[in-house]
């Protein structure tokens, strides 16, 4: 298992508390096992101050994913430029 990276995220909670949230991306790399090659599994884990949950994904279900982020991420990036051009307007 290698630990490719980690997004740390830090926010106050109502009362004024602070806390954090680590998304944490780990990789097994693919095997052999009884003569056949395997796939590897990517493991998204997440952790905070209450526990660790982890998630482990195919390599296909990774890309899914990856490519959902990357279309969601775009779609908000796009919106907020467009209320900074009202906001000049």
Do not use: C
């Not at 004024?16 to 009884?34: F, I, K, Y």
């Not at 296909?60 to 907020?80: A, N, V, W």
Request: hydrophobic share 35%; no cysteine.
């Amino acid at each position: 298992m290698s630990v490719e990276d980690e997004l740390t995220h830090w926010y106050k909670s109502d009362d004024g508390a602070n806390h954090r949230s680590t998304l944490r991306l780990e990789t097994e790399d693919p095997t052999v096992v009884s003569g056949y090659p395997k796939d590897g599994v990517i493991t998204l884990r997440l952790m905070n101050g209450i526990g660790t949950l982890g998630f482990k994904l195919s390599p296909d279900e990774s890309f899914r994913i990856g490519t959902m982020l990357l279309s969601l991420g775009k779609e908000l990036m796009l919106k907020k430029r467009t209320l900074w051009q009202q906001h000049e307007e």
